[in-house]
């Protein structure tokens, strides 16, 4: 979910796809990982950072995603975060992270 | 393989509970730390107060619902429902097949993982949604 309304830039708060996140692990020799072990791992959040800077590439400075927060947490249908058919809450997702988008912007001012 | 009317009497009280769109007797089904899979590999929702909060959501956006039973089973503590899950908003229907894999402890649903095409479900439940309101 891209947020930034207010914020100086873009920032982005990302979830593994529950289907392609495993599969991903098993071919890569970890088969049976949770979500959140995927998520921790280095290379996970290298190849995340390498997508997000490929996608930011293509597109205006204002409309970059300068900063991400890579999330292992599992985020079930029709809970807060998603609907019943996989769609985003965003209002959920905001106030679920919130602390942790805070964080995003916050590194950056006191870099 | 068994059928219908050998099982376990909660599965009719779950069935029966989500027909009458009632998510708090579809969460006394479950056990304390029950837990429901509403498409499987999407995580489950865990516990009780999870559980009717997710039926809640998924019931109180339809006018009216029927799960199915296509055919059943019983394996030890597991049951195995072959459904069609019939949804209707206003007079349109989206119908969603699933089977559902329930395991029972101590007479109460300790899990359900439902298997269920969400992709496809999104189309229909779209199409229904739009019809009922075009």
Redesign the interface.
Known sequence: MVVGHGRPHLAAVLALDPEAAPAWAAEHGRPGASLEEIAALPEVRDAIAAAVDEINAGLPGAERVRRHLLVGEPWPLASDLLTATGKLRRKGVGARYAADIDALYLKETTR | MTTLPTLPPVVHEFLAAVEKRDAAAVAACFTEDGSY???V?????DGRA?IE???V??LGEVDATRWELVTSGVAGDLVFLERVDRFWFGEKEAAIECLGVVRIVDGRIAEIRDYAD?AT??ER?AAAQGSAQG
Do not use: Q, T
Not at chain 2, 41 to 45: C, E, F, K, L, R
């Open positions: 899979a509403m498409a590999p999407h995580p489950a929702v999870a909060a997710a039926f959501r998924v969400i479900w999104r439940k």
